[in-house]
């Protein structure tokens, strides 16, 4: 059988030397699987000579992975199909390699089996530029391969391995959550919980008793023990997103188990030591609320160990059009639908627009765009309205992008020209200050100068942070 | 001196790769012994770690086989193992090439069955 396969290799062309240079690894086995060919790439591939192999049972040369698990040649007769399949070999140089093999039967003009035919393609390249694609340009559900987002994806990594508290901000929609769960999936605690509180959501009293948990009997209508959040992620991580709106009571709170690692359940004097990371998550700019008095100086210390700072959208280039083409395949599956591209116009009108809800903004209107698109291509009048109505862009509808990049602020309320919040509440907390002061600090006086009643500026001061001592 | 060494085996081969053996072939033989003493230990699974492990429990001088990986192939020279791996053939041949002291790295003793 050798012999037969060999002389259909010395036929009128020389096929051997044909073979030789494809460049990808080719074998050719008799009907017994020993080596009867080996070319010239598979010689490189597996470091033996084609003199060596011949003869030799192919699962010893080619010491596939599947050769001894399940050899596809076994129960291979002349009717059947080729196979390919992806496995791994080890070389002469001793060192394994990923390959795809594609294995068919060979026959002669008669159809009865000769032996088979193999070919190995090297899948290290693909593997190496596969590594260096999702390196560069994805971190778990993070996109972007804008120079910032290159330098998250690369820290994102280093930040996960310790337990150091951090501090994401960045304007709304631009992935704070995405960021933290990827912290927490790279890091040691992946196994652990990750436990999201929305420290904006919830009414003080109510937020104490959901992050420290409360005792039996600790009030009305606490009729169990209730662990609480941080003892709910002991083991894992504790994501506080929007912490800028956390009151100034639980603020100390925070502040004594970041310090000691102890939580104390309300109406409890007996603490639970939790091994809980803290990431914290904020579109507010804390350092002017510390000024404000608004956030504790002292916990924005802690909270800063680490500190991620995400770019708007758009300070970050072609990262639109990556999220464009990816938002698009996704919804492309997701709705059954075969939208190819963006026409040149659409695309135009995209690029050019701020995204001041950044991603997620960006998001809803290719999600608009596929759901109201029927044809193949997105063109401007699928796009939701007000992007094509609207004039051009101009800088004072933008949130002030030089502070949001630069780290200092991540607070995007509006500023009038002279730097002051436009606000209703930074108008009231002024309106506050100016009383007390025309009042000389006296809170009945400024109330009166307010017509409002004590209580009410009591509250209002309370809210705002404001003390007269 | 005599000469403890391991083989992982396929069937009647010496198996093609270290890290996907299941059985091993144990010999003490050479040296003033006349006889060559074998015995085939069956695995729980095929492991390199595993069998590094065995290698060095067994007090093993020489190890041979087929294909093995580099990380491997250093530990157990670092732990002074000696290794004669690419050997390909019936473990029986290998094992009478290597007592008669004529047996190399990378030899492939298939033809001289044939």
């Given amino acids: ?469 | 001196m005599a000469q403890k060494v391991l083989i992982p085996i396929n069937g009647n081969d010496v198996a093609p790769r270290f890290d996907l053996a299941t059985e091993v072939l144990i010999a003490v033989g050479g040296g003033v012994r006349a006889k060559i003493k074998e015995k085939i230990v069956v695995l729980s699974e095929s492991s390199s770690e595993k069998l590094c492990q065995l290698i060095l429990a067994e007090g093993i001088d020489t190890v041979i086989c087929n294909g093995i990986e580099e990380e491997h192939y250093q530990y157990l020279t670092w732990k002074r193992v000696q290794v004669f791996d690419s050997v390909m053939g019936s473990w029986k041949s290998v094992l009478k090439r290597f007592y008669e002291g004529t047996l190399k790295p990378g030899e492939i003793l298939y033809k001289d069955a044939d």
């Fill in chain 1, 1 to 469: 059988m050798q012999n037969r396969v060999q002389e259909s290799l010395d036929s009128v062309i020389d096929l051997q030397s044909v073979i030789d240079e494809i460049p990808m690894g080719i074998v050719v086995l008799d009907r017994d699987r020993r080596v009867v060919f080996l070319n010239r790439s598979l010689q490189a591939l597996t470091g033996f000579s084609h003199k060596e192999a011949v003869c030799v049972p192919c699962h010893q040369i080619l010491r596939n992975r599947i050769c001894l698990k399940s050899c596809p040649t076994l129960g291979m007769h002349t009717d059947s199909k080729s196979e390919s399949c992806e496995t791994d070999l080890i070389n002469r140089d001793r060192i394994r390699v990923p390959v795809h093999i594609h294995l068919a039967p060979l026959k002669d003009k008669l159809g009865n089996m000769m032996g088979f035919l193999e070919t190995i393609e090297d899948l290290r390249p693909i593997r190496e530029l596969d590594a260096k694609i999702s390196q560069a340009y994805v971190f778990a559900h993070l996109v972007g391969r804008s120079p910032q987002m290159e330098k998250i994806f690369q820290i994102l990594p280093v930040i996960a391995q310790n337990d150091s508290s951090v501090l994401i901000t960045g304007e709304t929609g631009t992935g704070k959550d995405r960021v933290a769960e990827a912290i927490h999936h790279a890091s040691g605690r992946s196994k652990g919980p990750f436990v999201k509180v929305n420290c904006g959501a919830l009414p003080e009293t109510l937020l104490e008793s959901e992050l420290f948990g409360h005792q039996k009997g600790a009030f009305t209508g606490a009729v169990e023990n209730k662990p609480g959040r941080f003892r709910l992620a002991h083991n894992g991580t504790l994501y506080l997103t929007e912490i800028g709106d956390l009151p100034l009571a639980l603020q100390v709170k925070l502040l004594t188990f970041l310090d000691d690692q102890v939580v104390y359940p309300l109406g409890s004097t007996r603490g639970f030591q939790a091994n809980v990371r803290v990431i914290a998550a904020t579109h507010r700019n804390l350092e002017q609320m510390v000024r404000e008095g608004r956030f504790r100086a002292d916990l924005l210390f802690r909270l800063n160990v680490v500190r991620i700072q995400i770019p708007p959208l758009r300070n970050r280039g072609d990262d639109i059009r990556l999220l464009l083409d990816r938002f698009l395949n996704e919804l492309n599956s997701r709705f059954g639908k075969k939208i190819s591209s963006f026409s040149k116009k659409a695309l135009e009108i995209l690029k050019s627009y701020p995204y001041p809800g950044n991603v997620r903004e960006l998001q809803n209107i290719v999600e608009y765009a596929v759901n109201i698109c029927q044809e193949r291509q997105v063109l401007p009048q699928h796009l939701p309205s007000y992007l094509t109505e609207s004039p051009a862009w101009t800088p004072e509808t933008v949130p002030n992008t030089e502070l949001a990049s630069s780290g200092k602020s991540s607070n995007f309320e509006p500023l009038d020209p002279d730097g002051h919040e436009q606000t209703w509440a930074a108008a009231e907390r002024r309106m506050i200050m100016d009383a007390l002061v025309k009042a000389g600090g006296r809170r009945s006086r400024a109330a009166e100068l307010m017509r409002w009643g004590r209580s009410t500026l009591w509250r209002k001061m309370k809210q705002y942070g404001i003390s007269t001592k």
